[in-house]
């Protein structure tokens, strides 16, 4: 029981979106897929959701292929910034449309989240702000009760106090009706502490793939005075480094030998979003 | 394995497509009863009128173009952001629109049957369907319910072939690249009025003398015909456009 992608490659005319990708993600758990800008998330999610095919490989939901096969595609609930809702519908006619394709879609739990949201049922959906709107497909996502649930950057627009209620609610979610949960976002913070698995892509292929504990235990920071964090860094295993003024942080594979850090450099553990800036500055760098 | 789940996808597009083709009989009612009354009050006041009144099938035929054209992508982005497949949603926007059709065709006969039976018992007011106007031989030497049938399917073909028309339409328009878009919406009228017909009066001679002739005229079935194959061609032609097309997002 998983969405797997084999081998799934997708081009818009001379710009490659996606090369020969191949992940799993089983059955239970939040990932996390973080990517820079055009790195690929949304064209994947797209994938998964057969919004849009790919140029070569394939997706299976629970071992079903999901082009053009509602079984599969049934299983997945797909949120994302681009409204795909018609233009004269209101939220709570979206709400009720939604019920007729999804038995398990609780109504009344909408309609409750709508009230905390401060979201207005009987407003047309293209009308809504662009938090208002995020909100909206919140509440469809977190009423409807799939096993895949692709998130895709689902605090775009919202207030930290409406992020914060999201986050709780998601993990609200989960532990009642458990299912996968792939996240897409930039605010890598924010999810850090939610997640157990890590993708993450760049130009198109995935450069990491393992579970967060994993990821941020594989390595470690080194700060200090920049002179002597180069001297450190000699014939270790860099990941990145970074200078402000006189001080200078690297990011390193591995673990740190305790009697082997000199006087006057600190070592720390990697924070994700940090590990993820980095990462992308060490690979932009290559 | 590939299972589709139509019903909710039947349900979601009657529902999308049925409230403005209430809204269009409605007003056709609307106007046949206007058009009757009328009628009565002119006769009374000038003793005699010449009528002969049908708007519905013309009508009823843009109603079905714009249908055709509007329909398919609001329901078609909504059907895949709820987990259906293209060919679901094509099926069910097609399914839908033959009961549709079928719902027009038959109140077009009741909106004249009713508009005549409210105009005055006079042989110069006549309000009936366009099948009557077009075949009166055929109404008069067949029997009522032959004529029924005939009217409905006659009616039913010219909508379902306007609904594929402007199915196809607008799935080209949607797939289609901006330059393309420019150099169809000016090629395709050319094409079909212009370098079709002067190919076939070139090269079939025949074919267009039986299609604009009193043979052709004289028979609804031709008319069924050619609606028939036009539905079969559009509907062919958007299931190819349809079947890997990307979704768009709707412009906000």
Redesign the interface.
Do not use: C, Q, W
């Given at each position: 029981m998983a969405i797997e992608i084999r081998n799934v490659s997708k081009s818009f005319g001379s710009t490659k979106a996606l090369d020969n990708i191949n992940v799993k993600f089983d059955e239970g758990g939040i990932s996390g897929l973080f990517g820079n800008n055009g790195a690929g998330k949304t064209t994947l999610f797209?994938i998964i959701?057969?919004?849009?095919?790919p140029s070569s490989g394939e997706v299976f939901v629970d071992g079903?292929?999901v082009?053009?096969?509602?079984?599969a595609?049934?299983?997945?609930?797909?949120l994302c910034d681009?409204?795909?809702?018609?233009?004269d519908?209101r939220v709570k006619r979206a709400f009720k449309?939604?019920s007729?394709?999804?038995k398990d879609f609780d109504l009344q739990y909408a309609l409750e989240l709508a009230e905390r949201f401060g979201l207005k049922t009987n407003k047309k959906i293209?009308s809504l702000s662009t938090g208002y709107a995020s909100i909206f497909r919140i509440i469809i996502a977190l009423s409807v009760n799939?096993p895949y649930l692709l998130l895709d950057e689902p605090v775009l627009g919202l207030d930290a106090q409406n992020r914060d209620l999201f986050y709780k609610l998601l993990l609200e979610k989960y532990g009642k009706h458990p299912c996968t949960i792939i996240i897409s976002t930039h605010l890598i913070q924010e999810v850090s502490a939610l997640i157990d698995q890590t993708v993450i892509i760049r130009n198109g292929n995935i450069i990491k793939n393992q579970s967060r504990d994993e990821l941020l235990s594989s390595g470690y920071t080194v700060s200090g005075p920049a002179a002597l964090v180069d001297e450190y860094t000699i014939g270790r295993p860099v990941i990145s480094a970074q200078s402000l003024g006189g001080l200078k942080t690297a990011c390193l594979s591995g673990k740190p030998e305790a009697d082997d850090l000199p006087e006057g450099l600190e070592a720390g553990s990697f924070d994700l979003q940090e590990y993820f800036i980095q990462l992308m500055n060490g690979e932009g760098s290559k | 394995m590939s299972r589709i789940n139509f019903m909710p996808a039947f349900k979601y597009c009657f529902r999308s497509m049925i409230t403005g083709v209430a809204v269009f009989l409605l007003i056709m009612l609307v106007i046949t009863a206007v058009v009757a009354v009328t009628a009565n009050i002119s006769i009374r006041i000038n003793g005699d009128i010449t009528l002969m009144f049908n708007a519905f099938e013309t009508a009823a035929a843009i109603a079905a173009f714009v249908i055709g054209i509007v329909s398919i992508r609001e329901d078609m982005r909504l059907l895949i952001q709820y987990g259906i497949g293209r060919r679901t949603a094509f099926l069910s926007e097609i399914s839908v629109a033959i009961v549709i059709m079928m719902i027009m065709s038959v109140a077009g006969i009741l909106i004249a049957s009713l508009g005549s039976s409210m105009a005055v018992d006079n042989k110069n007011v006549i309000i009936n369907t366009l099948y009557s106007f077009f075949y009166p031989q055929r109404v008069e030497s067949l029997s009522p319910v032959i004529v029924f049938l005939e009217t409905l399917i006659w009616n039913f073909m010219i909508y379902l072939s306007a609904f594929f028309t402007g199915l196809f339409i607008s799935l080209m328009f949607y797939r289609l690249s901006k330059i393309w878009k420019v150099v169809a919406a000016i090629g395709l009228p050319v094409l079909l009025l212009v370098i079709l017909p002067t190919v076939l009066v070139k090269n079939l001679p025949g074919l267009v003398i039986y299609i604009f002739s009193i043979d052709s005229f004289s028979d609804p079935w031709t008319g069924i015909r050619i609606g028939l194959g036009n539905s079969i061609v559009f509907g062919l032609g958007s299931w190819l456009l349809i079947r890997r097309a990307p979704i768009k997002p709707a412009l906000k």
């Open positions: 797209n959701a057969n919004r849009i095919y079903e292929s082009a053009d096969n509602d079984h595609l049934g299983k997945i609930f797909m681009a409204n795909l809702y018609p233009d519908m449309s939604t007729l394709f999804y293209a799939v | -």
